[in-house]
């Protein structure tokens, strides 16, 4: 098992490091910025710290 962090992992406070991808449902989802946006999800915020896409995609579920 590694120590290093994952590529959905917190970095460095205030690295835009993620996204907030949406899909054609409506569901969100956080993805590592420097990633291919997957086929079926567009980005919908972001890049953005880890902290901020985590409050995004848990302020859409509500």
Do not use: Q
Request: hydrophobic share 35%; charged share 25%.
């Amino acid at each position: 098992m590694s120590a290093r962090p994952g590529p959905f992992d917190p970095s460095p406070e205030g690295r835009d490091t993620h996204l907030v991808l949406e899909n054609a449902e409506g569901r969100l989802s956080m993805w590592p910025a420097w990633r291919t946006v997957p086929s079926g999800w567009a980005a919908r915020s972001g890049p953005a710290p880890h902290e901020a896409c985590v409050r995004r995609v848990e302020a859409g579920r509500g």
